[in-house]
């Protein structure tokens, strides 16, 4: 009964939301443009965002911890980055050429990221990923990737297993078979995958599955390391969610741990569509016009795109000062902290846990160190981790919106703008929400 007075109570506050997921659902398919934002009874619809809040539709203002899917740690509005953008929106948006900021914006990449002799960039993270994989293929000479299961890369058709989609409906059986599923942070069964068959590439999130769900066990990655230099596979680093996170070098700063190439997004377009892939001189020239026939193909009419260029250099630039990543680590330990206290007293099995400025909440768990534990490195069943109770997260989401916060509801990304307050009447609403739960 709770449950259909606050669904009441959240149609009545969201109700121009509700009117618009109605007509949207008419025209495009379940109303969204993106998976993750599926939510029950319906969405909410955003108008505008500054710092660390957003505000709809309906006038209700949110701390916002979807931070632009995690692109967003400087938050909503950095006034550098809007001025950078509105600069190079009065001198054009597109010129089908080549412009200086993609030069600067290279520089920057290359000098903060270790390993990155050159780089490329894309529209997106998916096409990073997409084009990485293509570049340890044409340099191995080998078909076959690794990649590990509940590890996120993007939706293109090669990285599908081991995702949210099981089944991979609609991609070629040929695809799926060139791909190797092994289980996250085990270093024999990633062994035993190489030593099967020749693999080009070994493709892992740094900080763990899933944006950090299932968290890196200490040494995995220097493990995996080791495995690839000795099988002769590239050593790929997804940083589309922890690049420039972890620290302005990313995870191979953070974790002292060089990869072959390395991926980004989100972030080092400061928040606008961009992506772009980075490593080693040898691989990375398989893109150059010199080698004719054997020339790695990459078109892409907005690769380097001076808007995402121009606010990708005011981002990284910030950024590279290492203030804005202490900030938001700072709030968010405070966070993970204020949730666990609320589940500790409402006697849940629930865990909230995370590291650098990415949390999550795990529900139904069982775990024996839940109340011995520092919240950052799990060695819990990283099944049980992945298998999301979705229909209270659902729920708690739409409570969490009701009581004045957004988050994806199993977690979430906090920025350099989070304050202190928001922190506290983040951990007020959750008392509230799981109360009203």
């Known amino acids: 009964m709770q449950q259909d007075v606050l669904e009441e109570k959240y149609r009545e506050k969201l109700s121009r939301s509700g009117q618009l997921y109605e007509a949207a659902r008419k025209i495009i398919p379940d109303g969204i443009a993106h998976d993750i934002r599926y939510s029950e009874p319906f969405p909410v619809y955003i108008t505008h965002a500054s710092g660390s809040r957003k505000w709809d539709v309906d006038g209700n203002e949110y701390i916002d911890y979807f931070g632009g899917h995690g692109a967003l740690l400087l938050g909503h509005q950095h006034p550098q980055v809007v001025e950078a953008v509105a600069e190079q929106i009065r001198k054009g948006t597109h010129f089908g050429a080549c412009h200086p900021l993609e030069v600067e914006w290279a520089r920057l990449v290359t000098s903060l990221v270790p390993g990155a002799d050159l780089v490329r960039f894309t529209s997106s993270g998916t096409e990073a990923t997409l084009l990485a994989l293509r570049l340890t293929r044409a340099f191995t000479g080998r078909e076959r990737v690794v990649k590990l299961d509940a590890h996120f890369h993007g939706w293109h058709d090669a990285v599908v297993p081991g995702g949210d989609s099981a089944r991979s409906p609609g991609v070629p059986r040929g695809t799926l078979e060139c791909t190797r599923l092994c ?184 775990c024996a160190k839940k109340n011995d534990c520092d919240r950052t490195v799990c060695t819990y069943d990283w099944q049980k981790l992945r298998n999301h109770d979705r229909p209270r997260e659902l729920k708690l989401r739409r409570n969490m919106l009701l009581n004045g916060v957004d988050f994806v509801g199993s977690g979430g990304w906090v920025s350099a703008a989070h304050s202190e307050r928001d922190i506290k009447e983040t951990i007020k609403a959750f008392e509230l929400s799981v109360v009203q739960m």
């Open 183 to 366: 289980p996250p942070n085990d270093a024999q069964a990633l062994e035993a995958a190489l030593a099967e068959q020749p693999t080009a590439a070994i493709i892992v999130e740094p900080s763990g599955a899933s944006f950090g769900r299932v968290p890196v066990r200490p040494g995995f990655l220097a493990e995996a390391r080791e495995l690839a230099t000795r099988y002769g596979a590239m050593l790929i680093f997804d940083e589309v969610i922890t690049g420039f996170r972890l620290a302005p070098g990313g995870a191979q700063e953070y974790y002292g741990v060089t990869a072959d190439l390395v991926t980004m997004g989100k972030i080092v377009s400061g928040g606008l569509p961009g992506g772009a892939v980075a490593g080693r001189r040898d691989i990375m020239g398989l893109l150059e016009m010199k080698h004719g026939l054997g020339k790695v193909s990459h078109p892409g009419t907005f690769n380097g795109n001076p808007l995402s260029a121009a606010a990708g250099v005011a981002t990284l630039k910030i950024i590279a000062t290492g203030e804005p990543i202490a900030s938001a680590n700072a709030r968010n330990a405070a966070l993970v902290e204020g949730l666990n206290r609320v589940i500790a007293a409402k006697g849940l099995d629930w865990c909230a846990y995370g590291h650098a400025s990415i949390f999550q909440i795990a529900m139904n768990s069982d």
